[in-house]
């Protein structure tokens, strides 16, 4: 099993449609836990952060099951501008004192108006 | 602002050229990475580097070279030895020596074979 997997879509959704990622994770020591967004041709900029309550940040919400070792990314009323491929990372203890920072290879959105 | 830095926006290197890559960034990030990307892929880790002096392999090494001589810089050489070198070349940063931060990334060097 890989570290970590995301379905790579594409997923391709109307405007205004809700749309759910999911990222799932290998090691049961993840710490942290990121979303990304890359853009064609661009480099990931930090979406948010996922922590164990859930998070939301306007249209976006971010979710974690560690029972289930996967985290979650929920868009609702999609925006032809989120059109970009989402990446997750999750940070491990891989001891002595280091973590290891692992990518997903991202999941494509496309909103099609 | 701060930020990190990447140039030249693009490269070309001609057959057994050594090219380098730079990476600049004024955040007071201990950690430094560079990854690789090609079309349609995901990252993969070619060198990181938590402190200043000292840098670890990461996946794909091979081919690559790093030096961080300062806490600002770490420059990667493509070398000759990388004989697909054709790609997206991202360099990141975290504050600290990483622990369970995210990675904040330079906007990328894109490197085409002549």
């Known amino acids: 099993r890989k570290e970590v997997e995301q379905d790579p879509g594409p997923f391709n959704v109307p405007e205004g449609a809700t749309v759910a990622f999911n990222c799932t994770y290998s090691?049961?020591?993840?710490?942290?836990f990121f979303w990304y967004r890359q853009d064609c041709r661009k480099e990931p900029k930090l979406l948010m952060s996922?922590?164990?309550s859930g998070n939301e940040d306007g249209r976006f919400t971010a979710q974690l099951n560690r029972a289930s070792q996967y985290i979650s990314l929920l868009i609702r009323d999609s925006k032809l501008s989120d059109s970009a491929t989402y990446l997750c990372?999750?940070?491990?203890?891989?001891?002595?004192?280091?973590?290891?920072?692992?990518f997903g290879k991202g999941t494509k959105l496309s909103v099609i108006p | 602002d701060g930020g990190i830095t990447q140039s030249p926006k693009y490269l070309f290197r001609k057959e057994g050229q050594n090219v380098t890559l730079s990476c600049e960034q004024n955040?007071?990030?201990?950690?430094m990475y560079w990854y690789r990307q090609d079309p349609g892929q995901g990252l993969r880790l070619i060198y990181y580097?938590?402190?200043?002096?000292?840098?670890q392999k990461g996946d794909i090494a091979e081919g690559y070279s790093v030096s961080r001589e300062k806490k600002e810089s770490f420059p990667l050489t493509v070398t000759s030895a990388q004989k697909n070198p054709t790609a997206f070349y991202l360099c990141a940063s975290r504050r600290g020596q990483g622990g369970t931060q995210p990675q904040h990334f330079g906007d990328g060097t894109r490197l085409s074979i002549l």
């Open positions: 990372v999750v940070i491990a203890y891989s001891g002595a004192g280091s973590y290891q920072l692992t």
């Open positions: 580097s938590q402190i200043v002096n000292d840098f």
């Open positions: 996922v922590y164990s």
């Open positions: 955040l007071n990030h201990d950690a």
């Open positions: 090691n049961s020591a993840s710490q942290s």
